[in-house]
């Protein structure tokens, strides 16, 4: 496995051909952050505008290392016991009423409190072992034999206090629980962070990670983007919408369109067997692009021209 | 190339880009694995390790592009003029080997050595630009040539006077080019560290006696300034969030565990939001102050989610919402002039402003809200009301009073600072941001 991953981030170029086979396309930048964090073992914070891939991203790279991809959903309020471990309080309860009549044949033949204590002592890590701990994504990406591709998504939502607590499993990839002691990592993670930037992360998490920001990718770019995702859209219709999309990031809109509705708007025109981007057909299919009332009407104003532009 | 590497980021740090060490050593790793064949990668590579934000990656590419700039010996063209029958071998010096064979990379590795020697990252003040360009020159061994043009003008073998000629153009060439080389260096490294002198010796300056140039970059220490102030605050606020044991919640919850209190359940504590009415003087007394106090309250303003703003001159308005409405000049722009906000600029009168307060607005002030008051008090001779500040005192958590004046001034002529004091929680001079980074200190550490 770790052989064939040291071929896998053999070189840049080899990366970029690997994750296109995989379903994502990336530019250099991206290849290069992916060739670094690999043999740097460091995690990568991924920024950008929402629906440019950063989430896809993680998922690409766990196909290609053919590894599970676990995934920890960030937001207010979130603590250890949901991103890291928990004891089973109920096992535990059920395990010591099952038990409790063995205990007094564990007790037999002792004399006093204290050498009853004493023997009692001999067992009492048991309830506090492995078994009944309930690992939650960190601590499930640690134990992973074969190393995991660990997705820390929209970090920007969580408290400071467990973006400080991350602060351990990034850098050392080890994570203390106080009954059983500090546990290693078995097989370093490969570790993506998201955010979206609504707060500003912390100098000393920002320290620990790789740094990649994805802006929206340019006209040849997206083209390559939607041919691989959505293959069977003709070649002049892939380049006329593209073209459309690209145009319309350069609006003033509420909320720009993504690469995510880009692809969902190439699919759309695909099944409805359009040939060329009319006035009409844009019209009829815009809410997959914009989400805003207003933003709709202000394009509509412009169809035209627009439209023109890139049949052209 | 760690040399280099490190000027690199002694180059971004000035420029405002935080470098940790750990970063660095990343940043070397990175290098040493990508290589530097290729410049487009290097770039991505050392990018990912050093930027940490969108604004950070824009001026790293900058900085690397001009660190990374050819210098004079290698665009081609700039060769030393030649004398075609000079004679390399007459010489001793490398130095006028490499020019009179026009070696333009060696003279490129021997000036970036000899900068390196000579520190060049440590330039602050243009007045080194000349010790630097001697230092380098030295460093490249300029002595040694002026030695050859000396020996070779004593001479008189037939092919000397032309060597010595082209010594001479050459000697010209070679000063030109450190000349340029410090110039550039100079740009890449001090502009940095006059940045932060620039900055520092702002925050002492008087408001009043700023000048336009240097809004846009006291807009941005108020703003780091403000940030801070905010970060500090909501954290302490969620450090103490949990509050008592819910006692019926926790038998609830623990009903599964045969009534067993395995898990306790908390009561939320309510967040304190900070909460704040801010009312600022635009009259002419206060006019060059009065556009950093606003700058101050539209950073506020980007900053809490809860508060309120008012201006007042003749009279008072709301203008919350043109912060909200527009980008920074234009909203300063429009609550200086005071057009179409329904505030009326003539003689200031506190009286008049407080009056409007207490009707339309004294029933929003509650015991959490925190009333900030920016003016000098100086109410033409009018009636002062105090006892609305008085009221308003009174509901407020507390109120706090920035005056551009210094102390002694309070209460002279038409001042009524003295007479506003006791109504006051706090009352401090505020007539440079360094006054105000203490009044920001005090409001954090007293929530």
Known sequence: MGLDNQRKFGAIQEVRRGFQDVGYVCSTQIATTLYLAHHLQKPILVEGPAGVGKTELAKAAAAYLDRPLIRLQCYEGLDESKALYEWKYGKQLLYT???KDKLADLLEGTEGLADALARVHQYDDIFFSERFLAPRPLLLALQEKEGAVLLVDEVDRSDPEFEAFLL???SDFQVSVPELGTIHAVSRPYVFLTSNNTREMSEALKRRCLHLYIPFPDARLEREIVRVRAPGVPERLRAQLVGFVQQLRGLDLKKVPSVSETIDWARVLMILNARDLGPDVIRDTLNILLKFEADIEMVEGRLGEMAQKVVR | M???????????RGS????SPSETMDALAAASLVGFQERGVLRDALSVALAKSRTEKEIFTDCFDRFFSPDGFSTPGATPPLAADAAPNETDSPLSQMLLEGDRAGLSMAMREAADQADIAGITFFTQKRLYIQRILRGMGVDGLDRDILRLSREDQETSPQTVGALKIGREFLFEQVRDFVERQYALYAASAQEAIMDRYLRHMKLSNLEQRDYERMHRIIQRM?????DTHSRRKKGARRGLLDLKKTLRENLAYQGLIFEPRWRAR????????????VSRSVEAVSRFMLLFLYSLNEELAKIRSFIFCSNMAEVSYIFDAYPVEEALMRLQRGTGLGVDLGRTDYGQAFRDFKEKWLEKIGRRTTVLILGDARNNYGAPETGILGLIHKRARRVIWLNPESPPFWGTGDSEMRRYLPFCTLARECSSVHHLERVVCFLVRNT
């Open chain 2, 270 to 281: 309510k967040i304190d939001r900070p909460d704040m009415a801010v009312l600022c003087d």
């Open chain 2, 2 to 12: 760690e040399q280099v590497l490190c000027n690199l980021v002694v180059a971004l």
């Open chain 2, 16 to 19: 405002g880009v935080r470098i």
């Open chain 1, 97 to 99: 009423q099952i038990l």
């Open chain 1, 168 to 170: 351990e499993v990034l």
């Open chain 2, 226 to 230: 403000v940030k801070s102030f905010n």
